[in-house]
């Protein structure tokens, strides 16, 4: 597996963890260790989502005593989850510092998501993206934002506010081309007011796979030969034509002024 992921990382891909539990931070190093997966296995960051962090809350022992001590002291259930998930991403953005240095920020992120029951509102998702940037206080942190017509303004006021995000939920191309709107938007707006862009990153997260679950569960109710042979090829298409969408604004006089002030591109 690490000669193959090797190859990977060698054409300029990085490989992200989606997963993410306290076993993985604290256990000394096994091959399922995060620290082992960082030196062995390519790791160069990390994904994080509330299914994530419920399986693995809900399948370890290791939390128990945290949740005893902060239910003792008053916190409520909302303010364990989010003590406990907080801590646990500053502690994988910990054992990334090495990679993020070494990269110049570019790997070595670990990303958190704002509540996915704010992804129709635009004010409070900005409101807890500042707030789990500031509690977990790590620069290479990625706060997760969904691309809903709503999250795009979120989008460009955390960039706006100097926070890196990474935007998820992307399935089509026209979605893509209005996120890349939204991250240059931030960054045309923290510029004006005079304020760094440096230190900004941001990912756009296009979905693959359940674009295929989606259309291939379509084509096989035609069961054409026609149909059979689009099988597991739509998503792949999709991609490619994101792909040459991040190449024409990479290509463009709005992205070329962004970097000559010192943007950092928002990979795809």
């Not at 996915?116 to 790590?138: C, E, F, H, M, Y």
């Not at 006021?157 to 990474?166: C, F, K, R």
């Amino acid at each position: 597996m690490s000669a193959r992921l090797g190859e990977v990382v060698a054409s300029g891909t990085s490989i992200w963890l989606d997963d993410l539990s306290r076993e993985r931070l604290i256990e000394a190093p096994n091959a399922t260790s995060l620290a082992f997966l960082i030196k062995n296995e390519f790791v160069s960051g990390v994904t994080t989502n509330p299914i994530i962090f419920s399986q693995a809350i809900s399948k370890s022992n290791l939390y128990a005593n945290e949740i005893a001590v902060l239910a003792a002291a008053g916190s409520d259930v909302e303010s364990i989850i989010t003590r406990l998930t907080t801590d646990d991403v500053r502690s994988a953005c910990d054992l990334f510092t090495d990679t993020y240095r070494r990269s110049n920020g570019i790997d070595g992120r670990v990303s958190i998501e704002v509540d996915p029951r704010l992804a129709r509102d635009t004010q409070t998702t900005i409101a807890q993206g500042i707030s789990l940037w500031k509690l977990v206080n790590r620069p290479n942190l990625l706060i997760k934002v969904p691309a809903t017509v709503e999250g795009l303004p979120a989008i460009t006021a955390l960039i706006a506010a100097g926070i890196s995000v990474n935007v998820t939920i992307i399935f089509s191309v026209t979605r893509y081309k209005a996120v890349l709107d939204a991250f240059m938007d931030g960054l045309e707006i923290r510029l004006s007011n005079g304020e760094s862009i440096t230190e900004i990153h941001s990912v756009a997260s296009f979905f693959i796979s359940r674009v295929d679950s989606e259309v291939d569960s379509q084509l096989k109710v035609f069961a054409t030969p026609a149909a059979t042979a689009l099988l597991g090829k739509a998503a792949i298409a999709n991609a490619r034509l994101a792909y040459q969408e991040f190449l024409r604004v990479k290509a463009s006089q709005r992205w070329k002024t962004l970097k000559n002030n010192g943007a950092h591109i928002q990979r795809p």
